[in-house]
């Protein structure tokens, strides 16, 4: 397929780790990103791995990559309620062009 | 470091009617594009520039759509007739320059089309 998939909803306790997957299209994407969007603001870029790694970690952040299935998937440890949010997955194509999943809205509960 | 701005955040136009969207980038990046989100799904490109060439324009509807960064920095697009399917937010980022590891979003404007 030519789109980039993410699950629609995600819903978590506050504490609990969120698991948020996607998977890509283009083997050949370079780089692949985690944006966070919350209401009304733009995309904020909470982190990316380079095709080369498969594993990438950053403080309550863990990015894993299988190239083999191109699955990516972020966790969040300890979710809080400040982590609500909108979450998008994305590759780099040609000329550093980004595909966007349509992403993936996180409800954290109290 | 001020981010990237947008301007309007909010626009309502009537179809047929022309609208034109601003963005002024982070200073000293090369590299600005503009995206547009329609509810629901991710962000789409419309334009690449690098400085005040365009990398990337596949994607725009040249027949309504016309973007400009004459002195590689600030950028406008432009919709001349706007459609309906047109209502999204226009999303401008810019990035330092080769790869867009760093790109940087701003707020938003989001086009309404009645």
């Known amino acids: 397929g030519e789109d980039v998939e993410q699950s629609l909803f995600l819903s978590v306790r506050e504490g609990d780790s969120s698991v948020i997957n996607c998977t890509y299209t283009d083997s050949s994407s370079t780089y692949l990103y985690w944006y966070k969007q919350e209401p009304g603001a733009g995309l904020q870029l909470l982190t990316y791995i380079f095709s080369n790694m498969d594993m990438k970690q950053d403080q309550r952040l863990t990015v894993l990559l299988n190239k083999k299935d191109k699955h990516l998937s972020l966790r969040i440890a300890d979710t809080q309620t400040g982590d609500s949010a909108i979450y998008f997955c994305?590759?780099?194509?040609?000329?550093?062009?980004?595909?966007f999943g349509a992403g993936t809205r996180l409800t954290v509960k109290p | 470091e001020a981010g990237v701005a947008q301007s309007p955040r909010y626009k309502i136009i009537e179809k047929r009617q022309s609208v034109a969207f601003w963005c002024n980038p982070i200073s000293g990046h090369a590299t600005l594009y503009w995206y547009q989100q329609i509810l629901g799904q991710g962000p789409k490109l419309l334009i690449q520039f690098q400085n005040n060439g365009v990398v990337d324009d596949s994607q725009l509807p040249k027949d309504r759509f016309s973007a400009e960064r004459l002195k590689g920095v600030d950028s406008t697009l432009k919709i001349q007739p706007a459609k309906l399917e047109d209502s999204a937010v226009y999303l401008c980022?810019?990035?330092?320059?080769?790869?867009?590891?760093?790109?940087?979003f701003g707020q938003g404007t989001r086009l309404t089309v009645v």
């Open positions: 994305a590759e780099s194509i040609r000329n550093n062009d980004m595909r």
């Open positions: 980022a810019s990035s330092l320059g080769v790869t867009n590891t760093e790109a940087f």
